[in-house]
Structures are given as C-alpha cells and as structure tokens.
C-alpha cells in the first residue's frame, strides 16, 4: 500500500503519525497531572446532618 503513494505523500503520512503520537503522549502526561483540592459539602435533611468530603 505504501509503495503507491509519492514521497510528498509518505512525509505526510510520517509526519501526521508522529503528531498523532505526540499528542497521546501530551494528552496521558496531562491525566496524570492531578491536584487534590477539598470540597466541603454540607447538606441537611430535616435534623439529620450529612457531611461529604471530595477530593477532585
């Protein structure tokens, strides 16, 4: 399949795969690269008092 397309096509082609590689590695550095900040939610029902704590 390669050896039917032109040199200009192949650079291409080369080039668009190693951006696509490039960018899965950017995009699963950025997963990775997580901060922990609290979140104080208080909700109450009647006299009952819940208390959730969330770390994102």
């Given at each position: 399949m390669l050896n039917n397309l032109s040199d200009n096509q192949k650079r291409?082609?080369?080039?668009?795969?190693?951006?696509l590689l490039a960018l899965a590695c950017l995009c699963g550095t950025l997963a990775f690269t997580v901060d922990m900040v609290p979140a104080n939610n208080v909700l109450?029902?009647?006299?009952v008092k819940v208390r959730v704590c969330e770390y994102t």
């Open positions: 291409t082609l080369a080039l668009a795969a190693i951006a109450s029902f009647g006299s």
